[in-house]
């Protein structure tokens, strides 16, 4: 017989950490699904942030001399001067074990299959790559979105952690102050993109392979009136070339690195080729949004991204599995945050804000549904007593006035 959870989160990016940490300290002893590594595609758990260099942009997460207590006056002189930016490895190493350190259990293996239809608002099945099953309460789907990659051999060589290729201008556009970039795409993320990054470095190539662009009139307009902004057409980028990294000769661990010096750009109608000197390049070219597990099931939009209410609650799909789900407004106890609902914003903040916002509405759910479980069986009732009595959201609640969720499950169970 599989295990019954309160709650299971899929993913390990800053949503799904978040969601974890919330549903943790609100003791429903969560279960997250991280994911592990992927030979086909090279991933690894964490998601999108395992592959940024500094994050400066994530408010607090910062390295900074001095700064060790709230009640130390740091000398701020110093600490701004020397204030630098965490690695993504980092911030995520940190998530997780803040998560888990509030009790969040953790198995490090691939979903394979979520059934959702079966019983809307009762148990929904998670099953995993091992073989095992379980059942839950409530999940929360915080499976992420993957950029998209050009397929080229040396794309790979020069991505992330310093090395030239980036899928992303706010996370690693301020390593090139001063320098020379690409951003290949046309749409309006490569457009967006490029406007941000000429407020940084000295010159921006726009590397699109057609001459029509999917990006809005307005958008293109301002780029074109970018004097650092040079637009290529009908190039694409056949190869990338690279130079030794800086710190060859100091450190010995990036003896054998190189970096990224230059692209060769080709016209696709003739074949043609040029070489561009680059120290950057940023591929915008478009967001997979991880759902493959839920269609059929959940409800997309036109892009592919999973909607959802203010609620933060899942939304059936058109062509759902249970006709059962077709009449309801919105999936019970099916909750989702993060860029696999995001094509706007896209940041580790907003994703970890969302992950916030459905553990939140994951633990109002589940004081209902326990109650509601706990009618048809006391002892549930004890349970879920044990469950909220140390929540520290519901102490909250006591300081802003409101009653704790615990009277609430006992009223609610015994009306
Ligand atoms: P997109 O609109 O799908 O554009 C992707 C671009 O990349 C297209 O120009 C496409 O070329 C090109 N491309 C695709 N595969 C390629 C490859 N292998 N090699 C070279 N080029 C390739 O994606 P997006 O720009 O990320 O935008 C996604 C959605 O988010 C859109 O709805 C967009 O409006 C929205 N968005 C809005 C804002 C905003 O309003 N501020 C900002 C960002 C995104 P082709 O045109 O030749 O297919």
Redesign the pocket.
């Known amino acids: 017989m599989s295990e019954l959870r309160n709650v299971i989160i899929i993913g390990s990016g800053p949503s799904g950490y978040t969601a974890a940490l919330y549903t943790a300290r609100a003791n429903l002893s969560p279960l997250l699904i991280a994911g592990s590594f992927d030979p086909k595609t090279s991933r690894i758990k964490g998601g999108q942030l395992m592959s940024t260099s500094d994050i400066e942009n994530f408010p607090g997460a910062i390295h900074a001399p001095g700064i060790t207590e709230f009640s130390a006056a740091p000398d701020e002189q110093l600490a701004m001067e020397s204030l630098h930016g965490i690695s993504g490895p980092e911030l995520m190493k940190r998530m997780e074990l803040q998560a888990r350190h509030f009790g969040a259990e953790m198995i490090e293996e691939f979903v394979t299959e979520v059934d959702i239809c079966t019983a809307p608002g009762d148990h929904y099945t998670v099953k995993l790559s091992d073989g095992r099953e379980f059942k839950t309460r409530a999940l929360i789907i915080a499976t992420g979105a993957a950029a998209?990659?050009?397929?080229i051999e040396a794309e790979a060589k020069f991505f992330g952690q310093g090395g030239g290729v980036s899928t992303c201008a706010t996370c690693d556009g301020h390593s090139y102050k001063g320098k020379t970039v690409a951003v290949?795409?046309?749409?309006?993320?490569?457009?967006?993109e490029a406007s941000y990054l000429a407020n940084l470095v000295d010159k921006v190539h726009l590397?699109?392979?057609?001459d029509?662009?999917?990006?809005?009139k307005i958008?293109v307009k301002r780029a074109e009136a970018n004097p650092k902004i040079q637009i290529h057409l009908h190039s694409?980028?056949a190869d990338l070339k690279g130079k030794p990294h800086p710190m060859a000769d100091k450190v010995a661990f990036f003896k054998d690195r190189e970096v990224l010096a230059s692209a060769t750009l080709e016209d696709p109608r003739t074949g043609d080729q040029r070489d561009l000197e680059i120290d950057g390049l940023f591929?915008?070219?478009?967001?997979t949004p991880n759902t493959q597990l839920f269609l059929n099931q959940l409800k997309v939009d036109?892009?592919g991204y999973l909607e959802r209410d203010r609620h933060m609650r899942a939304l059936p799909s058109m062509n759902a599995c249970n006709r059962k789900m077709l009449s309801m407004d919105a999936v019970p106890g099916v909750f989702v945050a993060g860029d696999v609902s995001d094509?706007?914003y896209r940041q580790a903040i907003t994703a970890a804000g969302m992950g916030c916002m459905a553990a939140i509405e994951a633990e109002r759910y589940l004081a209902e549904k326990l109650a509601e479980e706990s009618q048809m069986d006391p002892e549930a009732l004890d349970l879920s007593r044990q469950s909220f009595a140390q929540s520290h959201w519901s102490s909250e609640r006591d300081d802003m006035g409101e009653k704790p969720i615990i009277e609430r499950v006992a009223e609610a169970a015994a009306q």
């Open positions: 998209k990659t050009m397929g290949v795409g046309g749409g309006d993320s490569a457009f967006e590397i699109h392979r057609r029509e662009f999917r990006a809005s958008m694409v980028v591929v915008a070219i478009g967001h036109e892009a094509h706007i």
